[in-house]
């Protein structure tokens, strides 16, 4: 099983600072994707950027991007010109690309808390 | 394009009393997921449906959750009787049948079970 970790509880960073956020995951796939969700206190999870594991450019949204390295398993996400709308917790998910059966679910890590300071 | 919908947002309920929830997806989306999110942690998938059938249920809790996706649009999941480790976010999400679709996610439902 697919397992993801986020070794990072809480980080905080300085209004229009940039800051990195980690996770690592285990598998033994080679097709696969990986998504890092924002979650606001209201609780909806907001897709933030996604990276097929396929490709190598790593991918860039705006102010967000991301350090993909395939062999290391290690999917880290930088923000960039932090600000304090980017203040909630970000979750790092994997999905294979087919599972057996036909499940495509997402396995989430536990989570990086982020305050942005003013 | 309306997001997935859920109902209710919240709920306080006592042990041993039921509960459900409400989904309605995106329109057109094949794919129904429930997720449960207890506080600190990830969300762990409950369900997911492939239009009406299921195609994995692994980490349900059968023998007091159960779900259903009649018509294979809305869904409902119901927990009978509640626990106090039930207290947590229910999320829905949906997706397209796409290969390699995004999955998009509903506010949650808040259930505090005391």
């Known amino acids: 099983a697919q397992t993801v970790t986020q070794s990072q509880p809480e980080m905080s960073v300085q209004e229009a600072e940039t800051v990195t956020l980690s996770c690592t995951y285990d598998?033994?796939?080679?097709?696969?994707?990986l998504f890092w969700y924002k979650q606001p206190p209201s609780r909806q999870m907001i897709l933030v950027i996604r990276q097929e594991a396929y490709k190598q450019q790593n991918a860039t949204e705006n102010r967000f991007s991301v350090n993909f390295q395939k062999a290391a398993k290690s999917f880290s996400l930088k923000i960039s010109d932090s600000q304090l709308g980017d203040a909630a917790m970000y979750f790092c998910a994997y999905r294979s690309a087919r599972d057996q059966g036909g499940s495509e679910k997402l396995v989430f890590g536990k989570g990086t808390k982020l305050t942005v300071n003013p | 394009e309306a997001g997935v919908a859920q109902s209710p947002r919240y709920k306080i309920i006592e042990k041993r009393q039921s509960v459900a929830f409400w989904c309605n997806p995106i329109s057109g989306h094949a794919t129904l997921y429930w997720y449960q999110q207890i506080l600190g942690q990830g969300p762990k998938l409950l369900i997911q449906f492939q239009n009406n059938g299921v195609v994995d249920d692994s980490q349900l809790p059968k023998d007091r959750f159960s779900a259903e996706r009649l018509k294979g649009v809305d869904s409902t999941l119901k927990i009978q009787p509640a626990k106090l480790e039930d207290s947590a976010v229910y999320l829905c999400?949906?997706?397209?049948?796409?290969?390699?679709?995004?999955?998009?996610f509903g506010e949650g439902s808040w259930l505090t079970v005391v």
């Open positions: 999400a949906s997706s397209s049948l796409w290969y390699g679709n995004t999955i998009y």
């Open positions: 598998t033994s796939e080679s097709d696969y994707y």
